[in-house]
């Protein structure tokens, strides 16, 4: 395709998995929109961990405090040495070095040094398990949150973008915690116990050194301002180009056989260009931050070194102070570096914790909690299902409007009717994937909405018409219909689903490992084993949806004496395309528009002129090309 | 990993200039204490303001180089890395786009889009890290020593005695580093693909009930996870400090045998600090190359990942030379096989009929039986490993590729639309199409009226896969893609399943009249759809079990007699 306009490209967010943490130390802004409120409740999350937060404070402030301690020690230790010497130099008196100062110095210093280590040794130790375990926590919250969501959310929000929720904001989060959290607060207790120093040891020179900050925010603040503009352009070519990916190659036999090959590639290359040259200006310019301040730094240094020089001859400072003032400036800039690029890491940070709270705070199913005694006991549920007035709709107009069915235990129901008359819907609401808006659905006279809803499914058997199956054994893929089930239910299940005789062709029978995409067998052995599965699951009730329609005409042969088989003395619904299969069900009801405009048995409906019959006519007087 | 050097060895001139770049940044970085030292002992101690002043800006003058050369090695490090990136991109599209459709779902579609995106990003980031930050490390390192031990030999043992200790630290940290980085990148995948199954399979989860226990598979991953990050980073929390402690002891150990050779007068104050300089330089050399090991693993696997593509063998095809210029009369299979790489059996076994201009083919069989693999040998999608294919009597290998899909429309059994206009998913089938014939395309698919209905008629945007379409609407508007090639072998799989009786009558009418004097052939579930083909192939398990008219195959065969039953019960044909 040609390249659209700009609105149609907002859709692809970075959803695609561009990776949204700091990979490097300069990130697209990503604006959060309530920050306080969102920040505030990121930090209810370190509450389990206060306590321990707190000691880890405590030990930075220590070991940082040692850390900055050192290089006045060893300033004082330099002064010794020089003066010991210059005073051999001058004085053939004097002894010279004070070696055993000296040793007692540099023997607290090692001290200071060794301390300083084993303090920050025990806080990232801390802060490791901390950090993880906070977002360990998160993930877990999200988990059951998932559970709760109610399916209109997932059918209307695309996959990629929960799943970008959980994986790159959640990442982000922790990177954050781990590194930036940690550094922030050892960089300002660093900052502050320099300035002290550098103040003890000379105020002169301190605010010398303190002009460079101002001169460095001033430099690195353009340049900030143009590294996120680039990023920016780099993640939305990011975009695109992953756009343009997707789609070629999900339309692979299309680009093929229309030979449209070359356009694609170009159309490629040319985003491909594009990206490209934001990445190399968004590297770029994030490259040349660091030397940039070091050169700052370095001005700052002669200056110092000016103005040392001359405090000096005046006598005013030692000369190891000077060295340990100049440790210290170095020290100063890179905590202040560090820091400069705090305000966007946060504010991503914040933005991802948002989009993680926004999953969060999805309205959640309403559950029910209590449950009555004894509601529903798989073994005992006789399967009268009554649809009592009931009215629907996915949005606000209604789609159903009071519906009344009635089935009585063992009855075979089949759901007929043109695409978007409300099968699905009807299954839907069974299901309580989705709740009524009036009336009520009764199972053996008890209304299911209050019953809990996985006690309610597992009386339900269900094939879908996505045949999903997970990355693993084909047994276990099986098993997921009953989890206690021994090798040999299963290898049973598989036969009754005719299911077994391809199974056991594979070269790893049973043990078969299926892909992420199940990618290895076809889509009718796919059919297969979610029959399988649901055979296995052996539940009181059935519901078909529109399963048979994608398994063969030949392989249905068989799968159909296998389901009626299964559905004997279960209360089934079937829905399908060809009547032929569902001449025999106790109940047909043929929906259109979302209402059931017809129900009765197959000899009934035909008597009757209704829509049926058209339908009827439809599929068997059809003509192939005339 | 072989592989991706190649890709850098290409850019091998901007990685020399590089290696200069790094050179002289890393002399004016060693450059630096020297001066710093000499402004101390001869200015600093002495009170020689002008020296302080003429070294202060000669140091400054170097330091200005260094951030030339800084300057330019950002600009080489992500012209490099960026350019590294844009290739294999544009590698791995291209090599993909070659795939048969074989190859595609071997690696899975899913699969393949991250390996051209994330991947390689992943790549591209730790090369930036690898040319602007550790190819300093050697040059520091050597240059580190060498200034070291020009200044003073003797105290240079100090460092020669510290550095195997913190190599040593390094060598061992890495050791159990590297294997647990690589466990937390597996892992994380591993959460992500749960994670991503319960999304796709949420309905199926909840109709059995299965929350909980899928919740305890993605609390497993969760904990796995958690472990050993907690592990890695608690070594990270290790190494940074143990680094720390290695490099101030060392220090001291210089300040004290330094202090006993400034009593002896054979070293300065000035030379001892910028000693000191120099032990933090080497050590910083040291400590960033040990940061490699936290970007390689990540890398690594990445790497892996694109190389896997990258060397993957394209079923390659033979493109042929030879042109079609009269129009195809015939297309004729003779004991055509079709084995999938690897699989143990033909999918497709001794299959031969003949396809006329002017009639329409049907094939029907079951699930597996080889529908689908059989018609997309006609295109080449897959090429038949035994047998020949004849169109009009000529190797259809010896006809140019491209020459022969062009005279090919076919429609594939799942609707696939790109994002974009009606008009452009149209003209998808014909780069040129004029207005007229998009819209007789759409008019034979039954597609115009509903376009027209649209808000912005043949303009109106169609989202990624037609997502805002029905079914029947993508089916149709598929279907006028490929009319408007005008083709001269019309290829249906399956395509008419989502359509209502009535539309699908009136565009098999408009089709016909369209194509009465082409190749049709029609692949179907339903027999009632087929009845009036000049020839129906029935299909079972990759073997013919039977051509002829309905009529004949009904009373005939086996095959077919069961089919029919299970469609219309025992009572056969009302």
Do not use: C
């Given at each position: 395709?040609?390249?659209?306009?700009?609105?149609?490209?907002?859709?692809?967010?970075?959803?695609?998995?561009?990776?949204?943490?700091?990979?490097?130390?300069?990130?697209?802004?990503?604006?959060?929109?309530?920050?306080?409120?969102?920040?505030?409740?990121?930090?209810?999350?370190?509450?389990?961990?206060?306590?321990?937060?707190?000691?880890?404070?405590?030990?930075?402030?220590?070991?940082?405090?040692?850390?900055?301690?050192?290089?006045?020690v060893?300033?004082?230790?330099?002064?010794?040495?020089?003066?010991?010497?210059?005073?051999?130099?001058?004085?053939?008196?004097?002894?010279?070095?004070?070696?055993?100062?000296?040793?007692?110095?540099?023997?607290f210093?090692?001290?200071?040094?060794?301390?300083?280590?084993?303090?920050?040794?025990?806080?990232?130790?801390?802060?490791?398990?901390?950090?993880?375990?906070?977002?360990?926590?998160?993930?877990?919250?999200?988990?059951?949150?998932?559970?709760?969501?109610?399916?209109?959310?997932?059918?209307?929000?695309?996959?990629?973008?929960?799943?970008?929720?959980v994986?790159?904001?959640?990442d982000?989060?922790?990177?954050?915690?781990?590194?930036?959290?940690?550094?922030?607060?050892?960089?300002?207790?660093?900052?502050?116990?320099?300035?002290?120093?550098?103040?003890v040891?000379?105020?002169?020179?301190?605010?010398?050194?303190?002009?460079?900050?101002?001169?460095?925010?001033?430099?690195?603040?353009?340049?900030?301002?143009?590294?996120?503009?680039?990023?920016?352009?780099?993640?939305?070519?990011?975009?695109?180009?992953?756009?343009?990916?997707?789609?070629?190659?999900?339309?692979?036999?299309?680009?093929?056989?229309?030979?449209?090959?070359?356009?694609?590639?170009?159309?490629?290359?040319?985003?491909?260009?594009?990206?490209?040259?934001?990445?190399?200006?968004?590297?770029?310019?994030?490259?040349?931050?660091?030397p940039?301040?070091?050169?700052?730094?370095?001005?700052?240094?002669?200056?110092?070194?000016?103005?040392?020089?001359?405090?000096?001859?005046?006598?005013?400072?030692?000369?190891?102070?000077?060295?340990?003032?100049?440790?210290?400036?170095?020290?100063?800039?890179?905590?202040?570096?560090?820091?400069?690029?705090?305000?966007?890491?946060?504010?991503?940070?914040?933005?991802?914790?948002?989009?993680?709270?926004?999953?969060?705070?999805?309205?959640?199913?309403?559950?029910?909690?209590?449950t009555?005694?004894?509601?529903?006991?798989?073994?005992?549920?006789?399967?009268?299902?009554?649809?009592?007035?009931?009215?629907?709709?996915?949005?606000?107009?209604?789609?159903?409007?009071?519906?009344?069915?009635?089935?009585?235990?063992?009855?075979?129901?089949?759901?007929?009717?043109p695409?978007?008359?409300?099968?699905?819907?009807?299954?839907?609401?069974?299901?309580?994937?989705?709740d009524?808006?009036?009336g009520?659905?009764?199972?053996?006279?008890?209304?299911?909405?209050?019953?809990?809803?996985?006690?309610?499914?597992?009386?339900?058997?269900?094939?879908?018409?996505?045949?999903?199956?997970?990355?693993?054994?084909?047994?276990?893929?099986?098993?997921?219909?009953?989890?206690t089930?021994?090798?040999?239910?299963?290898?049973?299940?598989?036969?009754?689903?005719?299911?077994?005789d391809?199974i056991?062709?594979?070269?790893?029978?049973?043990?078969?490992?299926?892909?992420?995409?199940?990618?290895?067998?076809?889509?009718?052995?796919?059919?297969?084993?979610?029959?399988?599965?649901?055979?296995?699951?052996?539940?009181?009730?059935m519901?078909?949806?529109?399963?048979?329609?994608?398994?063969?005409?030949?392989?249905?042969?068989?799968?159909?004496?296998?389901?009626?088989?299964?559905?004997?003395?279960?209360?089934?619904?079937?829905?399908?395309?060809?009547?032929?299969?569902i001449?025999?069900?106790?109940l047909?009801?043929?929906?259109?528009?979302?209402?059931?405009?017809?129900?009765?048995?197959?000899?009934?409906?035909?008597?009757?002129?209704?829509?049926?019959?058209?339908?009827?006519?439809?599929?068997?007087?059809?003509?192939?090309?005339? | 990993?072989?592989?991706?050097?190649?890709?850098?060895?290409?850019?091998?001139?901007?990685?020399?200039?590089?290696?200069?770049?790094?050179?002289?940044?890393?002399?004016?970085?060693?450059?630096?204490?020297?001066?710093?030292?000499?402004?101390?002992?001869?200015?600093?101690?002495?009170?020689?303001?002008?020296?302080?002043?003429?070294?202060?800006?000669?140091?400054?003058?170097?330091?200005?180089?260094?951030?030339?050369?800084?300057?330019?090695?950002?600009?080489?490090?992500?012209?490099?890395?960026?350019?590294?990136?844009?290739?294999?991109?544009?590698?791995?599209?291209?090599?993909?786009?070659?795939?048969?459709?074989?190859?595609?779902?071997?690696?899975?579609?899913?699969?393949?889009?991250?390996?051209?995106?994330?991947?390689?990003?992943?790549?591209?980031?730790?090369?930036?890290?690898?040319?602007?930050?550790?190819?300093?490390?050697?040059?520091?390192?050597?240059?580190?020593?060498?200034?070291?031990?020009?200044?003073?030999?003797?105290?240079?043992?100090?460092?020669?005695?510290?550095?195997?200790?913190?190599?040593?630290?390094?060598?061992?940290?890495?050791?159990?580093?590297?294997?647990?980085?690589?466990?937390?990148?597996?892992?994380?995948?591993?959460?992500?693909?749960?994670?991503?199954?319960?999304?796709?399979?949420?309905?199926?989860?909840?109709?059995?009930?299965?929350?909980?226990?899928?919740?305890?598979?993605?609390?497993?991953?969760?904990?796995?996870?958690?472990?050993?990050?907690?592990?890695?980073?608690?070594?990270?929390?290790?190494?940074?400090?143990?680094?720390?402690?290695?490099?101030?002891?060392?220090?001291?150990?210089?300040?004290w045998?330094?202090?006993?050779?400034?009593?002896?007068?054979?070293?300065?104050?000035?030379?001892?600090?910028?000693?000191?300089?120099?032990?933090?330089?080497?050590?910083?050399?040291?400590?960033?190359?040990?940061?490699?090991?936290?970007?390689?693993?990540?890398?690594?696997?990445?790497?892996?990942?694109?190389?896997?593509?990258?060397?993957?063998?394209?079923?390659?095809?033979?493109i042929?030379?030879?042109?079609?210029?009269?129009?195809?009369?015939?297309?004729?299979?003779?004991?055509?096989?079709?084995?999938?790489?690897?699989?143990?059996?033909?999918?497709?076994?001794?299959?031969?009929?003949?396809?006329?201009?002017?009639?329409?083919?049907?094939?029907?069989?079951?699930?597996?039986?080889?529908?689908?693999?059989?018609?997309?040998?006609?295109?080449?999608?897959?090429?038949?490993?035994?047998?020949?294919?004849?169109?009009?009597?000529?190797?259809?290998?010896?006809?140019?590729?491209?020459?022969?899909?062009?005279?090919?429309?076919?429609?594939?059994?799942?609707?696939?639309?790109?994002?974009?206009t009606?008009?452009?998913?149209?003209?998808?089938?014909?780069?040129?199409?004029?207005?007229?014939e998009?819209?007789?395309?759409?008019?034979?698919?039954?597609?115009?009226?509903?376009?027209?209905?649209?808000?912005?008629?043949?303009?109106?945007?169609?989202?990624?896969?037609?997502?805002?379409?029905?079914?029947?609407?993508?089916?149709?508007?598929?279907?006028?893609?490929?009319?408007?090639?005008?083709?001269?072998?019309?290829?249906?799989?399956?395509?008419?399943?989502?359509?209502?009786?009535?539309?699908?009558?009136?565009?098999?009418?408009?089709?016909?009249?369209?194509?009465?004097?082409?190749?049709?052939?029609?692949?179907?579930?339903?027999?009632?759809t087929?009845?009036?083909?000049?020839?129906?192939?029935?299909?079972?398990?990759?073997?013919?079990?039977?051509?002829?008219?309905?009529?004949?195959?009904?009373?005939?065969n086996?095959?077919?007699?069961?089919?029919i039953?299970?469609q219309?019960?025992?009572?056969?044909?009302?």
């Amino acid at each position: 395709m040609t390249k659209h306009n700009d609105g149609s490209n907002k859709r692809h967010r970075p959803a695609h998995g561009a990776p949204r943490g700091h990979g490097g130390m300069f990130v697209g802004l990503d604006k959060p929109k309530n920050f306080r409120a969102t920040f505030r409740r990121l930090l209810t999350y370190l509450r389990p961990f206060r306590l321990r937060l707190t000691f880890v404070l405590l030990i930075a402030v220590l070991g940082t405090a040692f850390s900055v301690i050192g290089p006045i020690v060893m300033g004082k230790t330099i002064t010794i040495i020089f003066e010991g010497a210059y005073d051999a130099v001058t004085n053939s008196a004097a002894r010279g070095v004070d070696f055993e100062l000296v040793a007692k110095m540099l023997l607290f210093l090692a001290g200071l040094y060794v301390f300083s280590s084993l303090f920050q040794f025990v806080q990232g130790y801390m802060i490791a398990s901390i950090s993880q375990r906070l977002v360990y926590n998160m993930r877990e919250q999200i988990f059951t949150k998932l559970n709760r969501i109610p399916l209109a959310h997932f059918d209307k929000t695309p996959h990629g973008d929960t799943l970008s929720r959980v994986t790159n904001d959640v990442d982000t989060i922790a990177s954050t915690l781990q590194q930036t959290v940690n550094s922030f607060f050892t960089s300002i207790i660093t900052v502050i116990g320099i300035a002290i120093m550098m103040f003890v040891i000379s105020p002169l020179l301190t605010i010398i050194a303190l002009i460079s900050i101002p001169l460095s925010v001033f430099v690195i603040r353009p340049l900030l301002k143009r590294s996120q503009k680039y990023f920016g352009n780099q993640q939305r070519t990011l975009g695109e180009l992953n756009g343009h990916v997707e789609e070629m190659y999900t339309g692979h036999i299309e680009v093929t056989t229309f030979g449209r090959e070359e356009a694609s590639i170009a159309q490629f290359r040319n985003v491909n260009d594009e990206l490209y040259e934001a990445g190399r200006r968004a590297q770029f310019i994030s490259g040349i931050v660091m030397p940039v301040m070091n050169f700052i730094g370095n001005i700052s240094y002669v200056l110092i070194s000016i103005v040392a020089g001359i405090l000096v001859i005046q006598r005013t400072i030692a000369i190891g102070d000077i060295q340990a003032f100049i440790t210290y400036t170095k020290q100063f800039t890179q905590p202040i570096s560090q820091t400069a690029n705090i305000a966007n890491i946060i504010q991503s940070t914040i933005a991802a914790a948002e989009r993680v709270f926004q999953l969060l705070d999805v309205e959640e199913e309403k559950g029910v909690t209590a449950t009555k005694e004894m509601l529903l006991r798989t073994d005992e549920v006789k399967g009268n299902i009554r649809f009592d007035d009931v009215s629907f709709g996915y949005d606000d107009t209604l789609l159903m409007r009071n519906l009344h069915i009635d089935v009585t235990s063992g009855q075979k129901v089949a759901i007929v009717g043109p695409t978007g008359a409300g099968k699905t819907t009807l299954v839907n609401l069974l299901m309580r994937f989705y709740d009524v808006k009036d009336g009520a659905i009764y199972i053996d006279d008890i209304d299911i909405t209050t019953i809990p809803r996985a006690e309610l499914r597992q009386t339900i058997g269900m094939v879908l018409q996505d045949t999903w199956l997970f990355k693993g054994t084909i047994k276990e893929n099986i098993r997921f219909g009953k989890e206690t089930a021994t090798d040999e239910e299963v290898i049973a299940a598989a036969k009754a689903a005719y299911a077994d005789d391809f199974i056991t062709k594979l070269p790893d029978g049973y043990d078969t490992v299926l892909n992420e995409e199940a990618s290895n067998i076809s889509q009718g052995q796919k059919q297969l084993l979610t029959i399988a599965r649901a055979m296995l699951a052996n539940a009181p009730i059935m519901i078909l949806d529109e399963a048979t329609s994608s398994v063969d005409t030949r392989t249905e042969l068989f799968i159909q004496r296998a389901m009626s088989e299964l559905m004997k003395g279960r209360t089934s619904f079937i829905i399908a395309h060809r009547l032929s299969t569902i001449q025999d069900a106790d109940l047909i009801l043929v929906m259109d528009e979302g209402q059931i405009v017809e129900q009765g048995t197959h000899e009934a409906l035909l008597q009757r002129d209704g829509l049926y019959k058209t339908l009827y006519t439809s599929q068997f007087a059809g003509k192939a090309p005339a | 990993m072989r592989k991706l050097a190649q890709y850098i060895a290409t850019y091998k001139r901007y990685i020399f200039i590089l290696f200069v770049l790094v050179f002289f940044q890393t002399l004016s970085q060693l450059y630096l204490p020297t001066l710093m030292g000499d402004i101390v002992d001869n200015g600093v101690v002495v009170g020689n303001i002008p020296y302080i002043w003429k070294i202060g800006a000669l140091m400054l003058f170097v330091a200005a180089i260094g951030v030339v050369m800084s300057i330019g090695i950002s600009y080489y490090a992500s012209h490099v890395a960026m350019r590294v990136g844009r290739d294999i991109r544009n590698d791995i599209f291209t090599h993909v786009t070659d795939f048969s459709v074989h190859d595609f779902a071997q690696v899975g579609t899913a699969s393949l889009i991250t390996r051209t995106t994330n991947d390689v990003t992943q790549i591209q980031q730790a090369l930036v890290m690898v040319l602007r930050m550790f190819l300093m490390a050697p040059f520091m390192l050597l240059g580190g020593v060498l200034m070291a031990v020009s200044k003073d030999f003797m105290l240079s043992l100090v460092i020669l005695f510290a550095v195997p200790f913190i190599a040593v630290a390094i060598y061992f940290i890495m050791k159990k580093g590297y294997p647990l980085f690589q466990a937390v990148q597996k892992r994380l995948d591993r959460l992500n693909t749960i994670l991503r199954e319960n999304l796709t399979g949420i309905r199926v989860v909840r109709a059995f009930a299965k929350e909980r226990a899928e919740q305890k598979r993605l609390q497993r991953a969760n904990e796995n996870l958690t472990d050993v990050s907690i592990t890695v980073n608690r070594l990270m929390a290790f190494t940074m400090p143990l680094m720390m402690l290695l490099m101030n002891v060392t220090i001291i150990l210089i300040i004290w045998f330094g202090s006993v050779r400034i009593d002896v007068g054979t070293m300065q104050i000035g030379d001892l600090m910028a000693f000191i300089q120099y032990v933090m330089l080497i050590l910083m050399a040291l400590m960033m190359a040990s940061m490699m090991f936290v970007i390689l693993p990540r890398a690594s696997v990445s790497a892996k990942r694109i190389e896997e593509v990258l060397t993957m063998k394209t079923s390659k095809q033979t493109i042929g030379t030879e042109t079609l210029t009269e129009p195809i009369q015939t297309i004729s299979f003779q004991n055509v096989a079709y084995r999938y790489p690897n699989a143990q059996r033909n999918t497709l076994e001794n299959i031969s009929f003949t396809l006329e201009a002017g009639k329409v083919t049907a094939i029907i069989g079951g699930t597996g039986s080889g529908k689908t693999t059989l018609i997309q040998l006609i295109p080449r999608l897959l090429e038949a490993t035994a047998g020949t294919i004849t169109v009009n009597g000529k190797d259809i290998k010896l006809i140019h590729l491209d020459r022969l899909r062009e005279k090919i429309g076919y429609v594939p059994q799942r609707a696939l639309l790109f994002s974009g206009t009606v008009k452009e998913n149209v003209r998808f089938g014909k780069d040129n199409a004029s207005e007229e014939e998009i819209v007789h395309a759409l008019q034979i698919a039954q597609a115009d009226s509903f376009v027209r209905e649209l808000d912005l008629g043949y303009e109106s945007f169609i989202e990624q896969g037609g997502a805002n379409l029905s079914g029947g609407q993508k089916q149709r508007l598929s279907i006028a893609r490929a009319l408007v090639r005008q083709p001269q072998i019309y290829l249906f799989d399956d395509s008419f399943s989502a359509l209502d009786y009535e539309t699908d009558k009136k565009l098999r009418h408009r089709l016909l009249q369209e194509a009465s004097d082409k190749i049709m052939v029609i692949v179907a579930q339903r027999v009632s759809t087929i009845i009036d083909a000049d020839q129906i192939i029935v299909l079972d398990k990759g073997r013919i079990a039977g051509i002829g008219t309905h009529k004949h195959l009904s009373e005939t065969n086996d095959v077919y007699k069961e089919i029919i039953t299970s469609q219309y019960g025992k009572g056969g044909i009302a």
